[in-house]
């Protein structure tokens, strides 16, 4: 399986910025989708995901300010992020779960057994 990620770069703080990952090497529409970020000098966090069925869940610091989606006739996942803080600075990662058909969305790390080279995302203040 591979992860191809993009739409990372430079924003000022209120604006907005979409992310999208290119999955290949299995059947995308089988699995959830996940998106983790990780600021400099901190741990890798739980960001947004996507089951295979499109029911989402967010971490409680983007809720209502990111949107995750997929499309699975192109095999891709996306992170719409709008109203950015420079809190929200960090390389972004796209994960994909390890486990088809999962009925609850999982939000650990542990359980995404692909994942992307990482976008970076910076929000200027």
């Known amino acids: 399986v591979q992860l191809q990620a993009s739409g990372g770069g430079l924003v000022q703080a209120g604006g907005s910025l979409r992310l999208s990952c290119a999955a290949s090497g299995r059947t995308f529409s089988w699995y959830g989708m996940g998106w983790f970020r990780q600021a400099p000098g901190k741990e890798r966090e739980f960001v947004a995901a996507i089951s295979w069925k499109s029911s989402t869940y967010y971490a409680d610091s983007v809720k209502g300010r990111f949107a995750i989606s997929r499309d699975n006739a192109k095999n891709t996942v996306s992170l719409q992020m709008n109203s950015l803080k420079p809190e929200d600075t960090a390389v972004y990662y796209c994960?994909?779960?390890?486990?088809?058909?999962?009925?609850?969305?999982?939000?650990?790390?542990?359980?995404?057994?692909?994942w992307g080279q990482g976008t970076q995302v910076t929000v200027s203040s």
């Open positions: 994960a994909a779960d390890g486990s088809a058909f999962r009925v609850v969305v999982t939000t650990s790390e542990y359980e995404y057994s692909y």
